[in-house]
Protein backbone atom coordinates (compact mmCIF):
# COMPACT_ATOMS: atom_id res chain seq x y z
CA UNK A 1 0.00 0.00 0.00
CA UNK A 2 1.59 3.33 -0.83
CA UNK A 3 1.99 6.13 1.77
CA UNK A 4 -0.45 8.39 0.31
CA UNK A 5 -3.02 5.86 0.44
CA UNK A 6 -2.67 4.93 4.07
CA UNK A 7 -2.27 8.75 5.07
CA UNK A 8 -6.04 9.11 3.16
CA UNK A 9 -7.11 6.17 4.98
CA UNK A 10 -6.14 7.52 8.35
CA UNK A 11 -7.78 10.55 7.33
CA UNK A 12 -10.75 9.26 6.79
CA UNK A 13 -11.06 6.76 9.87
CA UNK A 14 -9.91 10.21 11.89
CA UNK A 15 -13.27 11.39 10.22
CA UNK A 16 -15.32 8.82 11.06
CA UNK A 17 -14.43 8.91 14.49
CA UNK A 18 -15.10 12.46 15.08
CA UNK A 19 -18.69 12.43 13.57
CA UNK A 20 -19.20 9.10 15.66
CA UNK A 21 -18.04 11.09 18.41
CA UNK A 22 -20.46 13.88 17.61
CA UNK A 23 -23.74 11.79 17.66
CA UNK A 24 -22.86 9.48 20.71
CA UNK A 25 -22.43 12.57 23.39
CA UNK A 26 -23.82 12.06 26.35
CA UNK A 27 -23.67 8.12 26.39
CA UNK A 28 -21.50 6.09 28.29
CA UNK A 29 -18.21 5.64 27.12
CA UNK A 30 -19.43 1.74 26.21
CA UNK A 31 -22.62 2.06 25.02
CA UNK A 32 -20.05 5.13 22.98
CA UNK A 33 -17.67 2.20 21.77
CA UNK A 34 -20.55 0.15 20.64
CA UNK A 35 -22.43 2.88 18.89
CA UNK A 36 -19.13 3.43 16.85
CA UNK A 37 -18.19 -0.41 16.94
CA UNK A 38 -21.95 -0.94 14.79
CA UNK A 39 -21.27 2.13 12.63
CA UNK A 40 -17.69 0.45 11.41
CA UNK A 41 -19.46 -3.10 11.35
CA UNK A 42 -22.11 -1.96 9.47
CA UNK A 43 -20.03 -0.18 6.70
CA UNK A 44 -17.49 -3.04 6.61
CA UNK A 45 -19.90 -6.18 6.50
CA UNK A 46 -22.52 -4.45 4.34
CA UNK A 47 -25.30 -5.94 6.77
CA UNK A 48 -27.17 -4.86 9.56
CA UNK A 49 -27.45 -8.61 10.95
CA UNK A 50 -25.67 -8.37 14.11
CA UNK A 51 -23.51 -11.22 13.99
CA UNK A 52 -22.42 -10.15 10.47
CA UNK A 53 -21.77 -6.75 11.90
CA UNK A 54 -19.72 -8.91 14.91
CA UNK A 55 -17.74 -11.19 12.41
CA UNK A 56 -16.42 -8.13 10.33
CA UNK A 57 -14.96 -6.28 13.28
CA UNK A 58 -12.19 -9.09 14.37
CA UNK A 59 -12.28 -8.96 17.65
CA UNK A 60 -10.53 -11.27 20.41
CA UNK A 61 -13.52 -12.39 22.00
CA UNK A 62 -15.63 -15.17 20.60
CA UNK A 63 -17.76 -13.97 17.87
CA UNK A 64 -21.05 -15.08 20.36
CA UNK A 65 -19.27 -12.56 23.33
CA UNK A 66 -19.01 -9.26 20.69
CA UNK A 67 -22.80 -10.17 18.97
CA UNK A 68 -23.98 -10.34 22.74
CA UNK A 69 -22.23 -6.76 23.47
CA UNK A 70 -23.58 -5.53 20.63
CA UNK A 71 -27.43 -6.58 21.37
CA UNK A 72 -27.18 -5.49 24.77
CA UNK A 73 -26.19 -2.07 23.96
CA UNK A 74 -28.51 -1.74 20.80
CA UNK A 75 -31.59 -2.15 23.47
CA UNK A 76 -30.44 0.32 25.80
CA UNK A 77 -33.58 2.76 25.38
CA UNK A 78 -31.77 5.58 26.04
CA UNK A 79 -29.52 5.08 22.74
CA UNK A 80 -32.48 5.84 20.07
CA UNK A 81 -33.21 9.12 22.06
CA UNK A 82 -29.98 10.50 22.37
CA UNK A 83 -28.14 9.89 18.90
CA UNK A 84 -31.51 10.89 17.36
CA UNK A 85 -31.36 14.60 19.38
CA UNK A 86 -27.69 15.06 18.73
CA UNK A 87 -28.53 13.87 15.12
CA UNK A 88 -31.43 16.53 15.12
CA UNK A 89 -29.21 19.31 16.73
CA UNK A 90 -25.95 18.68 14.73
CA UNK A 91 -27.81 18.58 11.29
CA UNK A 92 -30.54 21.41 11.53
CA UNK A 93 -28.28 23.63 12.87
CA UNK A 94 -26.11 23.97 9.58
CA UNK A 95 -29.28 24.79 8.28
CA UNK A 96 -30.05 28.10 5.96
CA UNK A 97 -32.85 29.87 4.39
CA UNK A 98 -32.28 27.75 1.12
CA UNK A 99 -32.45 24.62 2.61
CA UNK A 100 -34.92 22.39 1.58
CA UNK A 101 -36.42 19.47 3.73
CA UNK A 102 -37.65 15.89 2.63
CA UNK A 103 -40.26 14.41 3.89
CA UNK A 104 -40.24 10.59 2.75
CA UNK A 105 -43.18 8.47 4.03
CA UNK A 106 -42.25 4.98 3.17
CA UNK A 107 -42.48 1.41 4.49
CA UNK A 108 -41.16 -1.43 5.15
CA UNK A 109 -42.52 -5.26 4.37
CA UNK A 110 -42.31 -8.27 6.31
CA UNK A 111 -44.19 -10.46 3.97
CA UNK A 112 -43.36 -13.68 6.15
CA UNK A 113 -43.06 -12.16 9.56
CA UNK A 114 -46.64 -12.71 12.14
CA UNK A 115 -45.47 -12.17 15.60
CA UNK A 116 -43.15 -8.40 16.03
CA UNK A 117 -45.21 -5.87 17.86
CA UNK A 118 -46.91 -3.60 15.94
CA UNK A 119 -47.00 -5.54 12.48
CA UNK A 120 -49.88 -3.67 10.70
CA UNK A 121 -50.97 -3.73 6.93
CA UNK A 122 -49.51 -1.12 4.69
CA UNK A 123 -49.54 -0.49 1.12
CA UNK A 124 -46.19 -1.38 -0.43
CA UNK A 125 -44.92 1.26 -2.19
CA UNK A 126 -42.79 -0.92 -4.77
CA UNK A 127 -45.74 -3.18 -5.77
CA UNK A 128 -48.97 -1.32 -4.91
CA UNK A 129 -50.47 -4.54 -2.82
CA UNK A 130 -51.45 -4.64 0.76
CA UNK A 131 -48.50 -6.26 3.00
CA UNK A 132 -47.85 -6.79 6.61
CA UNK A 133 -45.18 -4.34 7.58
CA UNK A 134 -44.33 -0.91 9.32
CA UNK A 135 -44.76 2.93 8.28
CA UNK A 136 -41.49 4.85 7.65
CA UNK A 137 -40.72 8.30 8.07
CA UNK A 138 -37.10 9.93 6.82
CA UNK A 139 -36.54 13.79 7.22
CA UNK A 140 -32.89 14.78 5.27
CA UNK A 141 -32.32 18.16 4.65
CA UNK A 142 -30.22 19.38 1.55
CA UNK A 143 -28.34 22.28 1.50
CA UNK A 144 -27.04 24.32 -1.41
CA UNK A 145 -22.96 25.28 -0.50
CA UNK A 146 -22.44 26.62 -4.12
CA UNK A 147 -21.54 24.35 -6.46
CA UNK A 148 -22.21 21.65 -3.75
CA UNK A 149 -25.14 20.57 -1.87
CA UNK A 150 -24.71 19.23 1.26
CA UNK A 151 -27.35 16.43 2.20
CA UNK A 152 -27.73 15.57 6.19
CA UNK A 153 -29.96 13.11 7.75
CA UNK A 154 -32.29 14.41 9.88
CA UNK A 155 -34.92 11.59 11.69
CA UNK A 156 -35.67 8.02 10.69
CA UNK A 157 -38.80 7.33 12.65
CA UNK A 158 -40.05 3.68 12.16
CA UNK A 159 -44.05 3.68 13.37
CA UNK A 160 -47.25 1.43 13.36
CA UNK A 161 -50.67 2.59 13.49
CA UNK A 162 -51.34 -0.45 15.78
CA UNK A 163 -49.90 0.70 18.56
CA UNK A 164 -51.37 3.82 20.04
CA UNK A 165 -52.46 6.07 16.86
CA UNK A 166 -52.02 9.34 19.29
CA UNK A 167 -48.24 8.45 20.22
CA UNK A 168 -46.88 7.65 17.04
CA UNK A 169 -48.45 10.74 15.47
CA UNK A 170 -47.40 13.20 18.58
CA UNK A 171 -43.89 11.76 17.52
CA UNK A 172 -44.16 12.37 14.49
CA UNK A 173 -45.32 16.25 14.48
CA UNK A 174 -42.59 16.90 17.15
CA UNK A 175 -40.37 15.73 15.06
CA UNK A 176 -41.22 17.79 11.92
CA UNK A 177 -41.53 20.86 14.51
CA UNK A 178 -38.17 20.36 15.71
Known sequence: MTVSKCKTIQK????FSQKVKKYSEGLTKPV???VKDIT????SSR????RQIAQSLHENPSLDKVSERLYRNLKNAKLENIVSENLLKNNCSKATQ?????????DIVKPESNKLEGL???RDGSTGNCEKGFHLLNITSLTSKG????????CSHLYSNKIDIDTSSNILEDKLVD
Open 120 to 122: DRI
Open 147 to 154: RYYSILPI
Open 98 to 106: DTYFLVDGS
Open 12 to 15: MQVK
Open 40 to 43: KGII
Open 32 to 34: AKA
Open 47 to 50: SVIV
